[in-house]
């Protein structure tokens, strides 16, 4: 048993089949779960009042934002090393999910800006990088629009995706160089002594857990459409032939 | 590669290649920024750095676009993927050529512009020296996303969205470097940086872009 078995289409068609009520569930649950437990039974913050409840979906959504051009830059080097179209494919049907979930960071995170920094937007290294991250993905979305040839699309979609990385890190970082920042810093590391309140945190790991579990549904959901989106055109283009 | 380079030179100095219109829109952003936010000299001299170092952005970009799609859609480039010398020095070429046609002249005409936007005087050896160190980073950058759109009918549009994002990094250390310089504070750590910047690029951009021309040529 090895997991490339799944890089066939029909076995992971398959596997995904019975995976994907399960996995959905356990997403509905936990982001239910989660955001509930976050908005309704945790204590107001001291400073910030309700308005810190908007945290169980900006970070969460944040999160995966940034893992989701991560599992694309896994993809697309499966991709071009071992040719399995599953993994291209599911590089593509992520890139639209990542995306709504970058906005969706930007979006909570204005909605947060509003009455605690007083301002909707500020250009902080962390706003900023995110908005780069969101130019990413859209320049990613459109290559792949915008070329025919499924294939040379997703070698092209592949090469821009790990050249993207490196310059998205490069820009994550030259930001911070260029401006200092109002966000406040990491306060979920695992290294770390001073981290939120126990209160506040297993909420809040509940809800990340819960929009991975999401990412990873809704990209399956994609991947399906897209492979059957792929035998759908093979089957013309042979019925066109014949 | 002489010889290509020779070419694609002659080719932009003829009528239609494009020389001097990177140098006339670097001209344009100069003159539309202060009949857009006034003529207040000591605001035009803030913002001065910025405005150039975005000024020379666009020009490189506006260029880019005819970089291998005029040599794609006439089959040159075909030709030239056959021939003993290797994509990458291809790639190589073609973005010496932009550089030679496009960035060098903007740094020299850089100083005049930032005249006319009032730039502080320390200001201008720093502006010279980031422009001559960072445009030939914006040239590689850019041919990379030349390579990438090649087989794309009209793709100038999809090529400033994807080379716009990678350029950013470069933009916010070469403009800091005449920020600081501007103003008399040390520019060591950007200049490096941007340094940094360009022979990364140099020296790793030519294979991803040799490799997408290599896929659209297939």
Known sequence: MSLWEYANPARFMRLTERMLPVLGALAVLTVLMGVIWGFFFTPDDYKQGSTAKI??????????AVSAWFMMLAGSLIWLVRRHHVSALAAKAAAPVGMVLTLIGLVTGAIWGQPMWGTWWAWDPRLTSFLILFLFYLGY????EAIEDPDTAADLTSVLCIVGSVFAVLSRYAVNFWNQGLHQGASLSLDEKENVSDVFWIPLVIAIVGF?????TLVLVRTRTEIRLRRASALMSRQRRA | MKALLIRDLTLAFRAGGGFGLALAFFLLVA???????????????????????VGALLACLLSLDRMFALDYEDGSLDLLATSPMPMEGVVGVKALAHWLVTGLPLTALSPLLGLMLNLPGPGYPWLILSLLLGTPALSIIGAFGAALVVGVKRGGLLLSLLVLPLYL???IFGAEVVRRGALGLPVQTPLLLLAAITAGSLGLLPYAAAAAIRICLR
């Open chain 2, 169 to 171: 990094p470069t933009l």
């Open chain 1, 55 to 64: 945290l169980y979906i900006h970070v969460p959504s944040a999160t995966m």
């Open chain 1, 141 to 144: 979305i459109a290559l792949w």
């Open chain 2, 31 to 53: 003159v539309i920024v202060p009949l857009g936010v006034g003529p207040l000299t000591e605001i035009l001299g803030r913002i001065a750095p910025g405005i150039l170092w």
């Open chain 1, 212 to 216: 991975g579990l999401m990412f990873a």
